[in-house]
Protein backbone atom coordinates (compact mmCIF):
# COMPACT_ATOMS: atom_id res chain seq x y z
CA UNK A 1 0.00 0.00 0.00
CA UNK A 2 1.51 3.36 -1.01
CA UNK A 3 0.34 6.76 -1.10
CA UNK A 4 2.16 9.16 -2.26
CA UNK A 5 2.03 12.72 -2.04
CA UNK A 6 4.02 15.45 -4.36
CA UNK A 7 3.71 18.99 -5.23
CA UNK A 8 4.56 20.80 -2.47
CA UNK A 9 7.06 23.96 -2.40
CA UNK A 10 7.48 27.39 -1.86
CA UNK A 11 4.89 30.17 -2.83
CA UNK A 12 3.91 33.68 -2.12
CA UNK A 13 0.87 34.97 -0.53
CA UNK A 14 -1.86 35.00 -2.92
CA UNK A 15 -0.17 31.85 -4.81
CA UNK A 16 -1.37 28.73 -5.80
CA UNK A 17 0.11 25.27 -5.91
CA UNK A 18 -1.38 21.80 -6.57
CA UNK A 19 -1.20 18.59 -4.63
CA UNK A 20 -1.36 15.29 -5.94
CA UNK A 21 -1.82 11.84 -4.35
CA UNK A 22 -0.73 9.03 -6.22
CA UNK A 23 -2.33 5.70 -4.73
CA UNK A 24 -1.41 2.30 -5.28
CA UNK A 25 -1.85 -1.42 -3.79
CA UNK A 26 -5.03 -1.53 -2.47
CA UNK A 27 -8.54 -0.67 -4.20
CA UNK A 28 -8.81 3.10 -4.73
CA UNK A 29 -12.51 2.87 -5.55
CA UNK A 30 -13.24 1.72 -2.31
CA UNK A 31 -11.70 4.22 -0.32
CA UNK A 32 -12.45 8.24 0.58
CA UNK A 33 -9.06 10.38 0.72
CA UNK A 34 -8.60 13.07 2.35
CA UNK A 35 -6.27 15.91 2.90
CA UNK A 36 -4.43 16.54 5.83
CA UNK A 37 -1.74 19.01 6.80
CA UNK A 38 0.37 19.54 10.34
CA UNK A 39 2.20 23.17 10.95
CA UNK A 40 5.20 23.42 12.72
CA UNK A 41 4.17 22.82 16.64
CA UNK A 42 0.56 22.37 16.03
CA UNK A 43 -1.63 19.39 15.75
CA UNK A 44 -2.31 17.76 12.45
CA UNK A 45 -5.50 18.74 10.86
CA UNK A 46 -7.89 18.08 8.18
CA UNK A 47 -8.43 20.10 4.97
CA UNK A 48 -10.60 18.11 2.62
CA UNK A 49 -11.79 15.19 1.65
CA UNK A 50 -13.80 13.49 -1.22
CA UNK A 51 -15.59 10.41 -0.68
CA UNK A 52 -15.12 7.38 -3.28
CA UNK A 53 -16.73 8.18 -6.04
CA UNK A 54 -16.07 11.17 -5.95
CA UNK A 55 -19.55 12.97 -5.75
CA UNK A 56 -19.29 14.09 -1.88
CA UNK A 57 -16.72 16.73 -0.67
CA UNK A 58 -15.74 18.60 2.20
CA UNK A 59 -13.01 21.16 3.43
CA UNK A 60 -12.63 23.00 6.42
CA UNK A 61 -13.63 26.49 6.98
CA UNK A 62 -10.80 28.47 6.26
CA UNK A 63 -10.02 27.25 3.08
CA UNK A 64 -13.07 27.06 1.67
CA UNK A 65 -13.69 28.78 -1.65
CA UNK A 66 -9.92 28.82 -2.43
CA UNK A 67 -9.49 25.01 -2.43
CA UNK A 68 -10.71 22.59 -4.58
CA UNK A 69 -10.22 18.77 -4.33
CA UNK A 70 -10.76 16.49 -7.61
CA UNK A 71 -10.23 12.33 -7.90
CA UNK A 72 -9.50 10.45 -11.04
CA UNK A 73 -10.76 6.93 -10.51
CA UNK A 74 -9.15 5.60 -13.39
CA UNK A 75 -5.52 7.17 -12.59
CA UNK A 76 -5.53 6.62 -8.71
CA UNK A 77 -5.41 10.05 -8.19
CA UNK A 78 -6.94 12.58 -5.91
CA UNK A 79 -6.05 16.67 -6.35
CA UNK A 80 -5.65 19.12 -4.04
CA UNK A 81 -5.97 22.61 -6.25
CA UNK A 82 -4.63 25.22 -3.68
CA UNK A 83 -5.74 29.20 -4.73
CA UNK A 84 -5.23 32.41 -3.14
CA UNK A 85 -2.72 30.81 -0.41
CA UNK A 86 -1.86 32.31 3.24
CA UNK A 87 1.28 32.04 5.04
CA UNK A 88 -1.15 30.30 8.06
CA UNK A 89 -1.44 27.25 5.04
CA UNK A 90 2.73 26.47 5.73
CA UNK A 91 2.74 22.92 6.82
CA UNK A 92 3.35 19.65 5.71
CA UNK A 93 0.68 18.33 3.50
CA UNK A 94 -0.60 14.74 3.85
CA UNK A 95 -3.34 12.42 1.86
CA UNK A 96 -4.66 9.46 3.46
CA UNK A 97 -7.07 6.83 2.40
CA UNK A 98 -10.57 5.85 4.50
CA UNK A 99 -12.23 3.02 4.01
CA UNK A 100 -15.24 3.76 5.71
CA UNK A 101 -16.03 6.37 2.71
CA UNK A 102 -16.71 8.62 5.23
CA UNK A 103 -16.24 12.31 3.41
CA UNK A 104 -19.81 13.73 4.00
CA UNK A 105 -20.80 16.85 2.89
CA UNK A 106 -21.99 17.83 5.96
CA UNK A 107 -19.06 16.55 7.93
CA UNK A 108 -15.66 15.55 7.61
CA UNK A 109 -14.07 12.54 9.00
CA UNK A 110 -11.18 12.88 11.42
CA UNK A 111 -7.75 11.68 11.36
CA UNK A 112 -8.41 8.32 12.84
CA UNK A 113 -11.03 6.96 10.84
CA UNK A 114 -7.92 7.00 8.11
CA UNK A 115 -6.40 3.36 7.29
CA UNK A 116 -3.24 4.43 5.01
CA UNK A 117 -1.06 7.69 4.88
CA UNK A 118 1.55 8.92 2.31
CA UNK A 119 4.77 10.58 3.68
CA UNK A 120 3.63 14.34 3.22
CA UNK A 121 4.96 17.15 1.06
CA UNK A 122 5.94 20.60 2.29
CA UNK A 123 3.87 23.60 1.22
CA UNK A 124 5.64 27.15 2.62
CA UNK A 125 2.99 30.45 1.89
CA UNK A 126 5.72 33.47 2.35
CA UNK A 127 4.35 36.40 3.72
Same mark, same amino acid.
Given at each position: ??? +?? %?????? +? /??????? &???????? @? /? !????? $? @??Q????????? &??I?? %????T??R?????? @? #????????? /?? #???? !???K???????????????????A???? !?????? $?? +???L? #?? %??
Amino acid at each position: VQL +QA %SGGGLV +Q /TGGSLTL &SCAASGFT @F /T !DYAIG $W @FRQAPGKEREGV &SCINK %SGGSTNYRGSVRGR @F #TISRDNAKN /TV #TLQM !DNLKPEGTAVYYCAADVHNLCLKAAMPT !DVYYDY $WG +QGTLV #TV %SS
